[in-house]
Structures are given as structure tokens and as C-alpha cells.
């Protein structure tokens, strides 16, 4: 199994930036595809960006493209979402998953029922 533990949430104002740190441990290894959704209280869970374990090709929602850059050092285990110019809307709950497969399509990348484990998340709360 393997243990996903996210951080860096906060609160920012609107056109601010912060970076989300996922640390996996067990038996996570680079093989692993990684994705990063959000939830926003009452709504369901949403794809914002996934990295793929092998090619390192990278997926995004359109409503983050050109604002957060997801990426991955597999020598320490974590996966990174950098968000930038953030906005209100961007406000929700974000998790880090993981998936055992080397190079989804991006139809499996952001489908997250494709995803075996998941973290706990973490809190951004953006400001107007």
C-alpha cells in the first residue's frame, strides 16, 4: 500500500502563489503515475493536473493551464503542484493520488476512480 501525506496549503490572497508538496512512502515507487485533484465543500472531486511515471508527460485541467505546474523528484519521493495567480474559485481541499500504471492516457489521468490511493489533503483558501 502506499501512503500519500500532502502539504504547503494556506491561505492567500487572489493572485497569490503556493506550493503543494505530496510525500509517498510504502511501496510507492517511481512507477507510480501522480495526480493532484481538489474538492470544494458540497462538489465533487475534480482533476486539476497529473504526471505520468514514464515520459513524464504532464495533463491539466483547462481552468489551471499556464497557472500551476505540476512535477516530481522521484530521489524524494514527492510530487509537486505549484500554483500560481491563484483565484477565489481555486478554494478546496487538495489531494495527491496515486495510480499503478506507468503512461495513462489523459482520459485515466484525470479520471479518479483510476486512482488506488489517495492522501488526506490539504486546505487552499484564496481571498478576494
Known amino acids: 500500500q502506499v501512503q500519500l501525506v500532502e502539504s504547503g496549503g494556506g491561505l492567500v490572497q487572489a493572485g497569490g502563489s503556493l506550493r503543494l508538496s505530496c510525500a509517498a512512502s510504502?511501496?510507492?515507487?517511481?512507477?507510480?503515475?501522480m495526480g493532484w485533484f481538489h474538492q470544494a465543500p458540497g462538489q465533487e472531486r475534480e482533476f486539476v493536473a497529473a504526471?505520468?511515471?514514464?515520459?513524464?508527460?504532464?495533463y491539466y485541467a483547462d481552468s489551471v493551464k499556464g497557472r500551476f505546474t505540476i512535477s516530481r523528484d522521484n530521489a524524494k519521493n514527492t510530487v509537486y503542484l505549484q500554483l500560481n495567480s491563484l483565484k477565489p474559485e481555486d478554494t478546496a481541499v487538495y489531494l495527491c493520488?496515486?495510480?499503478?500504471?506507468?503512461?495513462?492516457?489523459?482520459?485515466?489521468?484525470?479520471?479518479?476512480?483510476?486512482?488506488?490511493?489517495w492522501g488526506q489533503g490539504t486546505q487552499v483558501t484564496v481571498s478576494s
Open positions: 510504502g511501496v510507492w515507487s517511481s512507477y507510480y503515475s
Open positions: 493520488a496515486a495510480q499503478r500504471a506507468p503512461q495513462p492516457v489523459a482520459s485515466r489521468a484525470s479520471d479518479p476512480s483510476r486512482y488506488s490511493d
Open positions: 504526471h505520468t511515471a514514464s515520459g513524464g508527460r504532464t
